[in-house]
């Protein structure tokens, strides 16, 4: 997905490569990136919060909610983001302000979608966990309240790992039941597998507007790119390569076949005419090209009509 958008926006020297980090490392490996020629990371779990910790300066999300999933280098310097929020508010692409909203889950990600939507003037945001008092603690943390049973919403956001693991029993580990999948407008499920997760399939059925968890990372890494690079990101180019990198995962021929390339990263630093290559950060001067999300129609319904009530769509 970065590759593509690095090839798009004319970048030709810029890569970007998985580093696999333990615990115990990743804060002395992060403070030696910068040095190393890269302009920046991408962070996962386990180390979102210890990004947050050792950077020198954080943007609003990130010490709002918390962690920081984005690492920016710059003179010597840390900061730490948070694209999470504000990539789900991408993913959405309409106002929240004044609509109600159901979060099951209370870890990293959920953490970011509440303050997500309350920061976008959502009207009323309720946590679900299965260990009520991790929904307690977000609440007090962040805003919202918490639940213990499932509630109707304009929107249902599942932030859990269920559907992740092909063997869930989706609707025995929810609250949520697939005959009240019409009590909500739209569903976000932030998980995403080689093919769409039973939450989501049943969703469509029941005629919901649904975003995947791929959509979500296009657009939390698009605004991690356009921090590194100071360039609008190709989003649509990010879209198609991030699908086709997953429709090949999910694809055993095209699996087969990819076992018999070069991988990329190489196990070894990446070597042109003999030479190590260095990370640059050099900036080249092609422009990228406007880019256009998608058409599609609302999530929710007209902001000149009154919310529909469950159950009567």
Known sequence: MHEAAFAELGLADWRYQRLPAPPE?????????????????????????????????????AAAIGAANTLTFVEGRIRADNTDAPGILAAIGEPVE?????????GGSARAV?????????????????????A?????????????????????????SVGLDASDETF????????????YCALIDLVYTESATTLTRVAMQRGLKTIDGLEVLVRQGALSLERWTGRPAPIDVMRR???????????????????????WPPSSPSTSRGRPRRRSRRHCASRSRPTRSPSRSSLFPSPNRPILSPGSR
């Open 241 to 263: 390569a991030a699908r086709r990198t997953h429709r090949c995962r999910a694809s055993p021929r095209r699996r087969l076949r990819r076992r018999n390339r070069s991988p």
């Open 172 to 183: 025995k580990d929810l609250p949520v039941a697939a005959d009240g999948l019409g009590d």
């Open 114 to 134: 509440v303050w997500a939507l309350l920061h976008a003037g959502a009207r009323d945001v309720m946590v679900w966990n299965r260990t009520p008092a991790r």
């Open 25 to 61: 490392l990743f804060a002395e490996t992060t403070r030696a990136l910068g040095a190393a020629g890269f302009a920046g990371a991408n962070v996962t779990i386990p180390h979102k919060e210890t990004a947050l910790a050792l950077a020198d300066e954080a943007g609003e999300e």
């Open 98 to 106: 004044g609509r109600t909203a159901l979060v099951l889950g209370a």
């Open 136 to 160: 307690e603690a977000l609440c007090a943390d962040l805003g919202g309240r918490s639940v213990t049973e499932s509630e109707p919403a304009d929107l249902l956001v599942n932030c859990t």
